[in-house]
């Protein structure tokens, strides 16, 4: 059951995405007026039918509509006039877009998988939009080329929050398949360690795979990176290592605006962050340890297993970033504050700048085949914390092309179908899944009703 508490949070501003609320709103519209509830007291299959035919229609001519806007905002942003586009103005938090988003060839796709068009009672969702928009993305990402970079959140993304890369994961496969293709990976994570043995604790089921695949090439080995501490420490696969990773040293892959990261300013911001999280930790009583480390400072539960209210963590978390925001430290260096789960963490960087790396090491560094870094319409953030405020994921957006999940299973099924587009081409993938949507839509109601006749009057 609903709560009005649930309801209620649902609402407030830093747990919503104007974009997707915004296409929410108009698809509420057509379920009104074409998704007639009366539906299920119906006897004929055929009334059933063209009632999910026609809602599916004008569905599809809103996300066209939506589609168009996108293409329009593209054409502002290729002049610099994107704060001019017709969609800015009515959706004022919408970003940059690297690649055209087929909105309407997602929304069949999608629809003959949820059967959102075939329901009377629950309007098209956050999570059906959510998913239209993570299908649109692939589409459009496989249509500009070969994707060359797939960077990937870890808790939550590719494994459960906490846990590890355990080498049953399924995920596994699809990661290999995709460097098989010769797409660089990075783990983009905000667990900032400075050791290799402490990313192979979380990381081995990937690494150990990778040593032992027979369809991987030596070079394609390579083509695995671990960013830890969102843009702090990176390491590379090295098969000859004990933990078969290496770092490399910070000097040898910054990107020139890094280098204005100096130590005094880190420590300052550190220390501020600090304090804001301890006079936090006071008010809400809550019975939390302070972790400082070279580059991050949080909070983690006292007794191992107790959980943090949620209410509280997104306080911290909110409090911590606009007092930063505020301060001079805040305003010279990026940093992250973020709800993990059950800690609050602040970073210096961000995913960012975490992905922006990753573009550069494998594009400048001679790996990407051109010497320069990898464009953002050919990279692919995958992650699970996109909302404005206390998700560190959400930053990759001026970067590249992202996908949310919320869970692992999505990210194998985002790769399944990644995968399908990159095999058969979009076209193939959408006229297979789309085409003759209305017929269908007949037989399998008409299926239905010859499983569970319902009683005539």
């Known amino acids: 059951m609903t709560t009005r508490y649930r309801v209620e949070y649902a609402l407030k501003t830093h747990r919503r995405d104007q974009f997707i609320e915004w296409i929410k709103g108009l698809l509420a519209v057509p379920f009104v007026l074409y998704s ?33 806007m996108i293409d329009d905002h593209i054409e502002h942003q290729k002049v610099g006039t994107d704060g001019q586009s017709k969609l800015k103005l009515l959706v004022p938090s919408i970003g940059t877009f690297f690649t055209r988003l087929p909105l309407t060839d997602a929304f069949r796709y999608q629809d003959r998988k949820r ?31 070969p994707l060359d970079l797939a960077t990937f959140d870890g808790d939550v993304t590719l494994y459960d929050d906490g846990k590890s890369l355990e080498p049953i994961n399924p995920v596994i496969d699809r990661i290999i398949y995709l460097m098989s293709r010769n797409t660089k990976i990075g783990i983009v994570t905000a667990a ?47 098969p000859d290592s004990p933990f078969l990773l290496s770092h490399l040293s910070r000097r040898s892959w910054i990107l020139p605006s890094m280098s204005s990261w100096t130590q005094p300013t880190i420590t300052a911001l550190l220390d501020l962050a600090e304090s804001s999280l301890r006079e936090c930790v006071t008010n809400l ?8 480390k070279e580059r991050a400072v949080g909070i983690i539960p006292s007794v191992p297993g107790s959980k943090f209210p949620r209410e509280s963590l997104e306080e911290t978390v909110l409090v911590v970033q606009k007092k930063l925001e505020m301060s001079e430290v805040g305003k010279k260096l990026p940093f992250c504050a ?45 992650g699970d914390q996109f909302l404005s405020a206390g998700s560190n994921d959400f930053k990759a957006r001026v970067v590249g092309t992202t996908a949310w999940i919320a869970n692992p299973a999505e990210t194998v099924e985002l790769l399944d179908e990644l995968k399908g587009m990159m095999e058969k081409g979009k076209e193939g993938a959408v006229k297979e899944e789309g085409d003759g949507l209305e017929t269908d839509l007949l037989a399998r109601v008409d299926r239905l009703f010859e499983k569970h006749p319902m009683p005539r009057a």
């Not at 509830?37 to 509509?65: L, N």
């Not at 192979?200 to 991987?216: F, M, N, P, T, V």
């Not at 009583?285 to 400082?292: D, F, G, M, Q, Y």
């Not at 800690?343 to 090491?361: A, E, R």
């Open 36 to 68: 007639q509830p009366t539906g299920v007291f119906e006897t004929r299959s055929s009334s059933v039918a063209q009632m999910a035919a026609e809602a599916h229609r004008r569905y599809a001519e809103i996300m066209s509509d939506v589609e168009h």
């Open 338 to 382: 973020f709800n993990g789960g059950n800690d609050v963490f602040v970073d210096i960087g961000d995913k960012s700048w975490g992905v922006l790396v990753c573009q550069n090491y494998f594009g400048a560094a001679g790996l990407n085949g051109d010497g320069e870094s990898i464009r953002g319409e050919r990279t692919l953030h995958v």
């Open 115 to 145: 059967f959102i068009s075939s329901r009377r009672f629950v309007p098209p969702s956050f999570n059906d939009i959510r998913l239209i928009l993570n299908t649109a993305q692939l589409m459009g990402v496989t249509s500009v080329g």
């Open 192 to 238: 900032g360690y400075t050791k290799a043995e402490r990313y192979y604790e979380r990381l081995h089921g990937l690494l150990e795979a990778i040593k032992a695949s027979d369809i991987l090439t030596p070079a394609q080995r390579q083509n695995l990176v671990i960013m830890g501490g969102e843009s702090n420490f990176l390491f590379t696969y090295s």
């Open 285 to 292: 009583s809550l019975p939390a340890t302070i972790l400082r």
